[in-house]
């Protein structure tokens, strides 16, 4: 067999086969986490069903031992059936609509627990015992007989022997109430600390279970139920009972069937319903769960199958891919094989182009690092004088470059110097002094003044171009042009909206300055900044720090940007600092960023001294945060100070 026919083979078996495995074992897994996931639920919810009954059936309960503790049925006062059945009603409160009769028997009187048979004499002793109850109270049966809405009848079945609810009847009723519920409710009746009878309810115990169960939740199609020892089987609705009557049990016989036959364990081996129960506490009642998961089960089969009809479909598209792989692999094998026949006939230029960094890929090179030691002496010397010249042009090259480099940037530094201003303008007002280090030869920091008014105004300008080099020093000879050509009455944030829209149909690229303004005119100071830091006012004599920040993009990013001007006062013996981000952006002995937060701190400190000593303080601090002599960005701040009054 071929090479590429066994890798073919290889790839079908090596994936196929373990796909399959993969996703038969996750959908079985997953069935059997979902099914145990359901049972726990249902068997919770099946606990909610018994403990939601035991509270109902003793709150009920209750509501009847308050009857008896509360009325006197004895009493002449109660002749008035209509008012003690309103009494009645009123005292059970919600409790009254699972009640169907109520029955008081005189002490003395025997319960037909004693099962008189229907045949009794109308003699019989236990016979006229019995027509000594008297029915207080029960509910008009509906066409379903099962006591449905209409008003309590106080006339029904009042005094002996009255047929409409037959003692036998009610008797029956009575066992299945001890079936189904537990026993019948029963209390006894006081007068002056003295039991004169008993009061027993009658209780439709199918109305009690469809109201518990008409409370517990339905999730998934579940359907709560419960079954009592005769197969009987209650439901919170009708149509719940039709979908149990539909559902088919193991053993080809339908659930309600396996239910009332008392299999419970033939409902749990259902494989497409989850049925969970469990037997009350009192009475002969089983509660019970039934929720469907054959359509959950089915859709995960749906999606095992899909995912593996997935996952053959991508291992064909690889198979696809992989055939060309495998003819690649055999063409370079051959290749090779080809080339070793070259080598051994005498040809040193044969050579394995196979590439890659495979098995095969590795062999090549051995192959090629083989015919290359041939020639490897023979041009090992050549290949060493040719370096060699190399070498030397390359260093004669550097050295004429070097020349060239220094000269243009010593010619580039003075030109720079020369745009600084030559001196400091002497005003009468105000202190100035400034600072500038740069990171290179030729920086991107600029500051410069304007020459006093006849107002006395004086505008201060400091800025900060991108970049180092010549191409900073373009942007500063731009900007200082454009301040020497402005109107010196032009305001400082329009000057900012045409110097941005000027510089940007200049076409300079991606050069771009940040650029802030400060003018001073009668005790008043106007700023506005084109993305520069916030400017520093020091506030006399308190030496509290305003921080003056305007808003605005650097010159030459957009054409079309507007800028805002703050105004504040500048009383005697203010200054105000005025910064590029250099000393900001420096780092401490820490190696974090000095920051904005500790040079407001530094300039509380020195703020109050004159311009000259507060610039030597912030000299200090640049050069202690720069050992090597030279920063990592160019440093520049320009202290203005009015002078104090005398």
Not at 297 to 314: D, E, H, I, K, P
Not at 571 to 579: I, T
Request: hydrophobic share 40%.
């Amino acid at each position: 067999m071929k090479l590429r026919s066994q890798l073919v083979l290889a790839f079908l078996v090596l994936a196929v086969l373990p796909l399959a495995g993969i996703v038969g074992y996750s959908t079985v897994s997953s069935a059997r986490a979902f099914r145990v996931a359901i049972e726990v639920e249902s068997e919770e919810v099946a606990r909610q069903i018994s403990v939601g009954l035991e509270r109902t059936r003793a709150d009920l309960r209750g509501s009847i031992e308050a009857l008896g503790a509360m009325l006197a049925f004895d009493d002449p006062q109660y002749v008035d059936r209509e008012a003690l059945v309103d009494q009645l009603l009123a005292s059970l409160g919600p409790n009254a609509d699972f009640v169907d009769s109520l029955e008081f028997v005189p002490a003395g009187i025997p319960d037909f627990v004693d099962g008189m048979p229907e045949s009794a004499a109308a003699d019989d002793p236990r016979r006229r015992e019995r027509e000594r109850r008297q029915f207080v109270w029960s509910r008009p049966r509906g066409p379903d007989g099962d006591g449905s809405p209409g008003r309590a009848d106080p006339q029904a079945g009042t005094g002996p022997g009255v047929e409409s609810e037959p003692a036998d009847e009610l008797a029956r009723e009575y066992e299945r109430m001890n079936r189904i519920f537990g026993g019948p409710l029963s209390v006894s009746v006081h007068r002056d600390e003295r039991v004169v009878g008993e009061v027993h309810a009658g209780v439709r115990p199918e109305r009690l279970l469809r109201t518990v169960l008409r409370r517990i939740p339905r999730r998934g199609g579940s359907v709560p139920f419960a079954l009592d020892a005769a197969g009987e089987i209650f439901t919170a609705v009708p149509e719940d009972l039709d979908v149990l009557r539909k559902v088919p049990c193991a053993g080809g016989r339908l659930l309600v069937d396996s239910l009332a036959a008392g299999d419970i364990e033939a409902c749990g081996r259902m494989s497409e319903w989850v049925i969970a129960t469990q037997t009350a506490a009192v009475g002969e009642l089983l509660y019970g769960i039934a929720r469907p998961i054959g359509p959950s089960l089915a859709g995960m089969r749906r999606a095992a199958l899909r995912n593996f009809g997935v996952g053959v479909g991508l291992m064909s598209l690889s198979l696809l891919a992989a055939a060309p792989l495998a003819n690649r692999l055999t063409r370079r094998l051959s290749h090779l094989t080809r080339q070793v026949d070259r080598l051994a006939r005498g040809d040193s230029a044969a050579r394995a182009r196979l590439g890659g960094r495979d098995e095969v890929g590795k062999l090549g090179e051995a192959f090629n690092r083989m015919a290359r030691d041939q020639e490897k002496s023979r041009r090992q010397l050549l290949e060493q004088e040719r370096h060699r010249r190399q070498q030397e042009v390359d260093r004669r090259l550097l050295e004429a470059e070097n020349e060239r480099q220094t000269s243009e940037l010593e010619e580039a530094r003075r030109f720079q110097l020369s745009l600084l201003p030559a001196s400091l303008p002497e005003h009468p007002d105000l202190e100035i002094a400034v600072f500038l280090r740069t990171a290179s030869e030729v920086g991107g920091d600029y500051y410069d003044f304007s020459r006093p008014g006849q107002d006395g105004s004086l505008t201060i300008a400091v800025g900060d171009a991108t970049g180092h080099g010549a191409r900073a020093g373009t942007m500063v000879t731009v900007v200082k042009t454009l301040l020497a050509s402005a109107d010196p009455g032009l305001d400082l944030a329009d000057f900012l909206s045409r110097a941005t829209a000027w510089i940007r149909s200049m076409k300079l690229g991606r050069r771009a300055m940040a650029l802030v303004l400060a003018r001073y005119r009668e005790g008043v100071l106007d700023l506005a900044s084109a993305g520069m830091p916030p400017v520093l006012i020091s506030r006399c004599p308190s030496g509290e720090v305003e921080e003056i920040m305007s808003s605005g993009v650097p010159l030459g990013t957009l054409a079309v940007a507007s800028y805002e001007r703050n105004r504040v006062r500048f009383g005697p013996g203010d200054s105000a600092l005025l910064m590029s981000d250099g000393l900001p952006e420096m780092l401490d002995a820490s190696g974090e960023p000095v920051g904005y937060p500790a040079i407001a701190e530094r300039w509380r400190e020195v703020g109050q001294r004159p311009a000259q000593e507060a610039v030597a303080e912030f000299e200090s601090w640049v050069e202690e945060l720069s050992p090597q002599g030279v920063p990592a960005d160019d440093v520049t701040f320009v202290v203005v100070r009015r002078r104090p009054s005398e």
